[in-house]
């Protein structure tokens, strides 16, 4: 079996080298660079699985060089390792497309259970039938929402939100449940990134008025139609 092969762009030398080696140990390949543009650059040569990116780098920040992969792939796991911890940054890292954010000093075994269980949601089970919600035709396995014939491309958590919310519709969805599954925890910041995405499926789905997505206060989220 061909290993996981993972992006790691990391400044700090010898954090980087303890990643490496940690991750190397259970079996990943992983490239380790030592600023945003080594890391694009490596990204286009080859073609990781998942991506670990230190916020603060010279020549390339994280968040810049996440918007630049985002451009090219909306569906690449994205974890973010950073010293800030301002409310303000966890949300723009979320918004971005960061799949995850970790705060240092954390530790490799925290680490290794997010990259796991971010390549294991991207392994989620696929299903062959396309799914309706109002006027809206829904392709989850293509990520593709489409209505009067044009189509709109979501990122990889917004689909499987959406398909969540389709899968229980006119019910609530437990936004503890969904934030554990999705996000692999339910705190303040994994919470504050799924109103983003809310946020950005209510945009994609406005050209059908019957269809809503209501924040229940302290339960979660229903989608009705």
């Known amino acids: 079996m061909s290993k996981i092969n993972i992006l790691l762009a990391e400044d700090e030398p010898a954090l980087g080298q303890i990643i490496k080696e940690s991750l190397e140990t259970r079996d990943f390949k992983v490239h380790l660079c030592e600023n945003g543009e080594i890391a694009l650059e ?30 090219l792939d909306d569906s690449i796991p994205i974890i973010f390792l950073t010293a800030k911890s301002q409310t ?25 259970v997010r990259i796991n269980n971010l390549l294991n949601r991207t392994k989620i089970q696929k299903t062959s039938d396309t799914l309706t919600i109002g006027n809206y035709k829904f392709d989850f396995p293509k990520q593709v929402l489409t209505i009067d014939g044009e189509s709109q491309q979501l990122t990889h958590r917004e689909a499987h939100l959406l398909f969540h919310l389709i899968k229980n519709k006119n019910q609530v969805l437990d936004r503890s449940l969904i934030l554990n599954k999705l996000w692999g925890n339910d705190d303040f910041f994994s919470a504050r990134s799924m109103d983003v995405f809310i946020t950005k499926l209510r945009k994609k789905l406005q050209k059908d008025e019957s269809i809503q997505i209501i924040n229940v206060r ?3 989220y229903k989608l009705v139609n």
């Open 42 to 71: 490596t990204y286009q040569k080859e073609s990781p699985e998942l991506l670990v990116l230190d916020v603060m780098m010279p020549k390339k920040d994280g968040f810049t060089l996440a918007k630049e992969i985002r451009t």
């Open 88 to 112: 303000q940054d966890v949300v723009e890292g979320f918004t971005i497309g960061g799949n995850d954010y970790l705060k240092k000093p954390f530790s490799m075994e925290e680490l290794i």
């Open 218 to 220: 302290g339960f979660g």
